[in-house]
């Protein structure tokens, strides 16, 4: 059978239908990258805003334009909405996040984890999911309560992934050829309180047993962090990156939001790790027209972003979602003005993304080639990721996808930089694939 994977959303959407993808393979079955030549489709749904419902929905529905008959809806947004999503014309199935693990299982009527995955190693999703990084779930779910966030109503309670099954996960990548591997989950930082350990112990274990050349990590709250956590970046391996979500820089919306951090402690985190690497890279999110967001406090909240220097960020614009505390909150600020104040607040990330980029002109970093195109008979033009998240693009005689080069970057160019690689016959600064672990010994257990 043929089957088609989609996925509408976070970093953990992705790194769920990669591990289906491993599954259906498992299994005997083919992944495609077109929808049109599946028999069967899966898509992984969102529902953090409206907009990212409203693209689940039409991602159902283009796949069953395009005639597919089987189409199983699972994630957020058909957990919130499963009448909704199985009314949908071709929707077979509809599985719910508390079910997803057995997903693959379920739909190919087997028992539950019987899938052979020790020797199957990680291929990327064909078509526009393929990926050189790998994303490798560690956690699922979320305790805290902030009243936006509809996440954790459709994921329920924090839990945590074994560590060996994230280090086989990984190990499963690597012997795949993977450079980088990007730890995802609802609330990464909550990682091992329901094991009795921290996500510091993944970390370690991770970056001492296996001979991973990049490891990167997704978002993390920053009431999660400490000077202890941030002493990690002391392996290069570590990606120089941190993802912290603020939603504010106005502390009296950050209460309204019950974020458990406040823009003084924020700015102390910010610059514990910039002590610890002085380039680090740091993004944030931001929700612009958070309820009762008064006009005095959205320019606050702005004023504090741009102070940061940050590395850019996201915003999002507010959504009241079904089942949170902010829906019923008033007064709700008018769709217009949440719009424009959205507009502000890219328009200071795209800035803050050009000055933290403009700085490493004339350094020499390591990038990570994720997509070559051809421009010529014998040239390419390569694009990819710096450790510190930086966008770049070269030429080269090669297609160098999924190689890591040193690069000269020498002007800023679209929306990152424009780089020279400087030798193109250096061994890759991962181990070759001879050396790399052919089998799981290297994992500990306790």
Sequence with gaps: ??????????????????????????????????????????????????????????????????????????????????????????????????????????????????????????????????????????????????????????????????????????LAALNGGTQEIVLSGVHLGSWGKDLGLHLRDLVEAVLRETAIPRLRLSSLEPWDLDADFLSLWGDPRLCPHLHLPLQSGCATTLRRMARKTTPVSFRKLVDAGRRVVPDMAITTDVIAGFPGETEAEFEESLDFVRQLGLAGGHAFTYSPRPGTAAARFRPQVPAQVRRERNAAYRAAFENASRSYAHKFIGRTEAVLWESVTQIGERAWEVEGLTGQHVRVRAETATPRWNEIDPVRLVESGGNGLIGEIQNTGQVSLMRSRDNLYNDHSVIRRN
Aim: aromatic residues 4%; contains cysteine; charged residues 25%.
């Design 1 to 170: 059978m043929k089957v088609y994977l989609d996925s509408v959303g976070c970093k953990l959407n992705q790194a769920e239908i990669e591990s289906m993808a491993r599954q259906f393979r498992a299994a005997g079955h083919e992944v495609v990258a077109l929808a049109e030549a599946a028999d069967m489709a899966v898509v992984n749904t969102c529902a953090v805003t409206a907009g990212a419902a409203a693209e689940s929905r039409s991602r159902i529905r283009r796949v069953s334009r395009l005639g597919r008959a089987d189409i199983v809806a699972t994630g957020c947004w058909s957990s919130l909405q499963p009448f909704s999503a199985a009314a949908l014309q071709n929707v077979a199935r509809v599985v719910k996040n508390d079910e997803k693990d057995n997903l693959v299982a379920a739909v190919l009527d087997l028992p539950p984890c019987d899938f052979d995955l020790q020797c199957r190693v990680r291929q990327p999703l064909p078509g526009l999911r393929h990926r050189t990084r790998a994303f490798i779930k560690v956690q699922d779910g979320c305790d805290n309560h902030c009243t936006f966030c509809v996440t954790a109503v459709a994921r329920g309670k924090g839990r945590s992934r074994l560590a060996q099954d994230v280090l086989l996960d990984i």
